[in-house]
Structures are given as C-alpha cells and as structure tokens.
C-alpha cells in the first residue's frame, strides 16, 4: 500500500527485465514512474497495476528526454526521490566488429540519452534532495564480444563519477554495475550464452541488491553473484 513514507521512483526500461523486476518491487509502496519504448498497449497485464508509464524512445536522446519531463508535468510531480536510468541495449558483435547502426543505436540509447535525461532530471531530483541512479555492467571494464556496450557502460561510468563530484550535496549520483542476469537481452541482441545462462542471476535477485544499493547511495556497486553469495539480496537498507 502507498502510504506515508512513499517515494517518487522514475525507473526508465521499467517495463522488462531487470527494470521490471525493480519496479514490481517498489511500486506496492512508491509512486513509480515507468518508461520505455514500446507502447501501453503492448503491456497489458506486464506493468504493476499501480504504476504510470510513459513511452520515451531513446533513439532520440533529447526526444526520450523531454518525454520524460511531459510525463512527470503530466502526473504533477515537481520532485523525484530517485531516477533509475536503466533502459539498455546490446548487440553481438561480428569478430569483434559492430555495425555502424549497432554502434548509434547503443551509443544513442545507452549512454547520449542518459545523458540528456539526467540534465532534465536535475531540478527534480534537487528539490528532493535526491539520488539518480546510471544501470551499468560488469562489462564497463570491456568484454570482447560487445565492445560498443562496453564502451557505453565505461562512458555511464564516468559519467557517474563527474556527475557526483559536480552534483555533491545536492543530488546523489552513482552506478551499479550488475553482472549477468537472465532477462531476454541476451536473445534481443543476438547472443546466445548457451549452458552459462543457467549460471545468470534472477532479475528478482538483481532488483534486491539494487534497490539495497540505491537507499545506501554509495557508487559504484557491482550486483553480480558474488554480492549475492555474500548475502547481497537479503541485507542492506529497504528502499
Ligand atoms: N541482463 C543482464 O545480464 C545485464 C547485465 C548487466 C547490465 N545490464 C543492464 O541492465 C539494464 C536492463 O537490462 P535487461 O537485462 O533488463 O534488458 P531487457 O530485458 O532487454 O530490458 C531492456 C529495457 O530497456 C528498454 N529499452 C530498450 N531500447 C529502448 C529504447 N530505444 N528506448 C527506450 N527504452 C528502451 C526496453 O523497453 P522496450 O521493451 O519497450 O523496448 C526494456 O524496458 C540495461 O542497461 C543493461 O545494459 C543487464
């Protein structure tokens, strides 16, 4: 039940995987604020019932942007407790090659619309004195078979770094870096782990360490097998 107490969560790639599985962990208690890019309709019975969702494609950085910001206008919210900038995609390289579309497209979405949406964000997460949080990978540290990924999640890393040096005090930034974790990613982008998938963490379990590692606001956080062998799903401050 959404009682006192409640955030404002805008979780964006919320209606699948692993933002999914966030946002049906956080929307019994908080306003949740959903976006992605395919249409409401397509969602039927997907989204928690008590959840808003908005389309923002990241194709268009700054488009994926000010839809975000209309829907916010459109709820009236004039704050946001905590922005989870988590839409992500992948493509399988070709001997270590991507395609030139395969390089926009990552590049656009993962990272160009991060940033233009976290400059939009900025005032509503200052009003509330709180924390935008980047989805990265353990690939940030580069993985040969998806290079512009990992270029993607490197430049989120960075990005996160300078944002909460330059933001300090007023918004707190940081990344989790998660590890592989078994959502439809891997086939949307072409690549077919094969026997490891078995070995990938459920998105529920990914979703616990993260919502843990964003009320403790440090960064960067790895939510990767290890963090959940160590107990990472079960402790930690409730968001
Ligand atoms: N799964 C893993 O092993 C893993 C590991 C490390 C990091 N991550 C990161 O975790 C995040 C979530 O990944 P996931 O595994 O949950 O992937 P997923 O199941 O494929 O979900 C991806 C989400 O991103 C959204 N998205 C994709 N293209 C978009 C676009 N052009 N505009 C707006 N939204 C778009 C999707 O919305 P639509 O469905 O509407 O397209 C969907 O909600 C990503 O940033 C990924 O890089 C995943």
Sequence with gaps: MIGAGSRRIVITGGNAGIGLALARKLADRHHVLITGRRPQGELAGILPESASYVVADQSDPEASARALTDGLTDLGWDSVDNAVLNAGVGFAA????????AIRQTLDINLASAIAQARALYSFLERARGTLTFVGSVAHRGSAAIPAYAASKAGLHGLARAL????????????????PTR????????YDPGRLRALFLDPDETAKMMAAAIASRR???TTSWLRYLAGGAFTGRRL
């Design 164 to 179: 909460r040096s330059e933001w300090g005090g007023r918004v707190a930034v940081q990344i989790l870096h998660p590890g």
């Design 183 to 190: 959502t439809d990613m891997h086939e949307k982008a072409g």
């Design 219 to 221: 960064s960067p956080v």
């Design 94 to 101: 070709v001997d270590g090659f991507d395609t030139t579309e």
